[in-house]
């Protein structure tokens, strides 16, 4: 695609010259709006989870410029809780949960398992509008006066404060859903439309980690949904359940929250496992070690997170019992993901390491979740939580997991999967010093927070004593550079699209089906249906020349 | 939908009533498309099950903390209108049973009149269901006009919750069981005028001759949607007005 094609064409193009792709088969805003094609669905929620992202930022630049004094510096109390719930809600809901499995998992699992598209597609195309939906009314929500209750919806302030939170309410209860039929779409998916001879272990890692986030998603989002729901009730009718007042318990509110909250934290890192197994391996032209402990970990991740939400409530007053049990499950939850950790590791040891740029960023993604890991531990220990529990150290662990690997997992996928895409290739350089300047303003930003969180400081509070301004302005500063670092990346990856600096074939030498099928992948995805007779990540089937032939 | 150079996969119409179906372009067999569909579909019921397990919760939560609540509040209810809910449900699940039986069966017009009767069914259940929300209003233990109206945190009592004849005097929290009865069984009639609304779909669909022994797959699916909504009835009933 190196110069304009011809788009109205007869059948089956010619492989060569002008190769009718799923980007240039059909023009016009209908074929985008309405389209039932994986690929293009998947290229929508991208253009939406990056703007949910950079809205998302943009709050978080506003928090922490305010935190720069003290006192504060732009806003009120009022002002300022609503601007980090405003943080917390776009992160969480718009783009952390949806992001990963919406766009490249939407884009890359059919093809790696050689299917025409995903088994439902109509379902697809609705949990894209689902979304919408639900980023509409959560501007709404904004519009209607704001929202200040944190993305966590605590009783009972959810339930008192005069703000939105019906509104809000509704649109995580939509998104809910928008997630509930992604997942059950790709369950489906793996399930009945792998290609002839792609059993369950020649399926790339990826298609796992998506595999087991789907289960979670379905069995854990509907009971967010309701929660949700009863807190709308509870402010439009005052049931009673969750208001002390009216005989309700809030801490009923938290178990029914984090019952869905803390599996939610792996439908949020699965995914990203997931990119960074396929990258750890591609990048190293190594077969993954451990293929089938990564695969089941996954799974055991995905049982094990439903039996550990306690450990987000150590000091809500549940039972004794009830806290020496989720401290120790929570313990277990760490041994599948060091599984994980350790197998990357072994992938990338003696491996012929390349290190592109999404390499970089899954090399990023290894040091930045071992600490986010670890600091979970930390955190899950009982005593310890008792005193760390609503500090930076909180904040600093879970933007350890959730920046710092998620959003880089993204990343590090989004650089891997653009040139299958889009067939073209970006600026490697920028790619370079901008993975570089993510990593250090990363890091500067959080560190400060963990210091000061084990020092004391609390979250969510408008000003602070003197004593942490140094930690507080480190901190900031450190947003700034990320915030530049984030800028870069955005500024390269749109470029290219109009530089069309053309991509090969296969530009990273990868043996999965989604390198195989011709690049852009044909509306179909395969010319003609693919079948699989190889192990899977078996290097010695990389044909050399895909990687030097450009896209045509 | 046309997809350039493919050839999609039809199976005819077993008779002149009916009509052929294309299997959609990404599946390679009925079969396949069948069980994608099937499959999708349970996983969908989970999540309904799911989103009422919640509910449930709430509900032996508070049933635990406030029993007596919950005693006195059930025998408010009517079990005689309950029971009779219950046996209307039960009856048209066998009528969409029925429906669905014709359809494979290529009958049309066995399967317009089950799933007709499946549809009356769901009006005669919240025919009833709105005499039961009738008494209640008159009762003052539910009194719809009022149910929005703002919480008076100063005298601290629940607007729609007027309680005329004292029957909850005395008792912890009395509104706390009418709240629960009222939003699980608005939520299951929702579910049922939903259910209802399908089946009308398929209805239309099955009097132009779309469903026949070779393609059902709408027909089945709806069908187990109803059963569910029928099942989720079957607990709430003697929770609500049988185990108090
Ligand atoms: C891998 C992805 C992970 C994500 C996305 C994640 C996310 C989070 C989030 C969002 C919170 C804050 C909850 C709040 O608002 O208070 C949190 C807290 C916590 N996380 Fe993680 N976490 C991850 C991994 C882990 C691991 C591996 C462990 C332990 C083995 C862990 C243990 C904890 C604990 C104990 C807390 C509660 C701290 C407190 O509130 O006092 N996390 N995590
Ligand atoms: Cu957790």
């Known amino acids: ?552 | 939908m046309s997809h350039d150079g493919h050839h999609s996969v039809v199976i005819p119409a077993p008779g002149p009533e009916f009509v052929p179906h294309t299997v959609a372009h990404h599946f390679d067999t009925p079969v396949q498309e069948f069980q994608a569909a099937k499959l999708g579909f349970w996983l969908f019921l989970a999540t309904e099950i799911l989103l009422f397990g919640g509910l449930f919760a709430a509900y032996f939560y508070f049933h635990e903390a406030y029993p007596e609540t919950f005693r006195v509040g059930g025998h408010q209810l009517d079990w005689r209108l309950g029971a009779l809910n219950t046996s209307v449900l039960l009856l048209s699940s066998w009528t969409m049973a029925m429906g669905v039986r014709s359809a494979q069966t290529s009958q049309k017009q066995k399967t317009l009149l089950f799933c007709g009767l499946t549809v009356l069914g769901a009006v005669i259940f919240m025919v009833i269901k709105f005499f039961e929300y009738q008494a209640k209003n008159e009762h003052g233990l539910v009194v719809f006009s009022e149910l929005f109206a703002p919480y008076d945190a100063a005298t601290g009592s629940i607007p729609w919750f007027k309680d005329y004849h004292g029957v909850m005097a005395g008792l912890p929290h009395g509104h706390l069981f009418f709240a629960i009865y009222l939003t699980m069984t608005a939520i299951h009639g929702l579910h049922v005028v939903i259910g209802a609304g399908l089946i009308l779909w398929i209805m239309k669909g099955a009097a132009k001759g779309r469903f026949h022994a070779g393609y059902f797959l709408p027909v089945d699916l709806v069908g187990l949607y109803w059963h569910l909504v029928d099942l989720i009835w079957i607990f709430l009933f003697p929770l609500l007005y049988l185990v108090p």
Not at chain 1, 5 to 27: E, M, T, W, Y
Not at chain 1, 287 to 306: Q, R, V
Not at chain 1, 308 to 322: E, I, K, L, N, P
Request: proline letters at 5%; aromatic letters at 16%; hydrophobic letters at 50%.
């Open chain 1, 1 to 552: 695609m190196t110069t304009n094609v011809p788009v109205i064409d007869s059948h089956a193009a010619a492989p060569q010259a002008g190769r009718k792709n799923f980007l240039n088969c059909s023009q016009g805003f209908w074929s985008w709006a309405g389209t039932l094609d994986h690929k293009r669905i998947g290229i929508m929620y991208l253009v939406g989870v990056s703007i949910a992202l950079l809205a998302g930022g943009l709050f978080a630049l506003l928090v922490r410029l305010h935190l720069w004094k003290p006192e504060g510096v732009l806003f009120g109390n009022v002002e300022y809780n609503q601007i980090f719930t405003l943080h917390g809600a776009f992160m969480v809901f718009l783009f952390v949960i949806p992001a990963i499995p919406g766009s490249l998992g939407n884009i890359v699992l059919p093809l790696m398992l050689g299917a025409k598209d995903v088994a439902l597609p109509r379902l697809n195309l609705l949990s894209f509008y689902l979304w919408v939906t639900g980023a509409v009314l959560a501007t709404l929500a904004i519009v209607l006066g704001g929202f200040d209750t944190g993305w966590t919806f605590y009783a009972p302030y959810s339930l008192y404060t005069d703000q939105a939170v019906v509104t809000i309410g509704l649109a995580v209860f939509v998104l809910g859903f928008s997630s509930i039929f992604t997942g059950l779409n790709f369950i489906v998916t793996t399930h009945k439309l792998r290609a002839p001879g792609m059993t369950w272990f020649r399926m790339p890692l990826f298609v796992w980690a998506i595999y087991a986030t789907s289960i979670l998603q379905v069995l854990a989002t509907p009971v967010l949904g309701i929660t949700v729901l009863l807190v709308a009730f509870e402010r439009l009718y005052h049931i009673g359940i969750f208001d002390p007042r009216l005989g309700g318990d809030p801490v009923l509110f938290e178990h029914f929250f984090w019952f869905y909250s803390h599996p939610a934290v792996y439908i949020m890192v699965l995914p990203a496992f997931g990119i960074i197994s396929e990258l750890v391996s591609v990048h190293s032209r190594k077969p993954l070690f451990g293929y089938k402990l990564i695969a089941f970990s996954s799974l055991a991740i995905a049982i094990i997170s439903f039996l550990v939400w306690g450990h987000h409530m150590f000091t809500s007053g549940q039972s004794t019992y009830a806290m020496f049990a989720f401290s120790f499950l929570t313990f277990f939850v760490a041994i599948p993901t060091a599984i994980k950790e350790f197998s990357w590791v072994a992938t990338v040891w003696k491996g012929s390491i390349a290190l592109n740029s999404p390499m970089l960023y899954t090399l990023a993604f290894l040091v930045i979740f071992a600490i986010g890991g670890l600091t979970g531990v930390i955190l899950g220990a009982l005593n310890v939580d008792i005193h760390l529990h609503d500090t930076y150290f909180v904040v600093a662990h879970f933007h350890y997991v959730m920046m710092g690997s998620i959003a880089l997992a993204f990343f590090a996928g989004l650089h891997h999967w653009w040139p299958k895409i889009f067939g073209v290739i970006y600026d490697e350089t920028l790619a370079k010093i901008a993975c570089g300047i993510i990593f250090v303003g990363f890091n500067a930003t959080f560190i400060p927070q963990f210091i000061m969180g084990s020092r004391g400081m609390p979250r969510r509070y408008a000003t602070y004593v003197p004593e942490y301004e140094p930690f507080h302005q480190a901190s900031t500063v450190g947003a700034m550079v990320l915030g530049g670092g984030v800028a870069l990346m955005v500024f390269y990856l749109v470029a290219s699209l109009f530089q069309r600096k053309t991509a090969m074939q296969n530009q990273w030498g990868g043996v999965t089906l989604d390198w195989l099928s011709p690049t852009p992948p044909p509306l179909e995805n395969f010319d003609e249906p693919p079948t699989v007779t190889t192990e899977v990540y078996d290097y010695s089937t990389l044909d050399y020349k895909t990687m030097q032939t450009p896209v045509a």
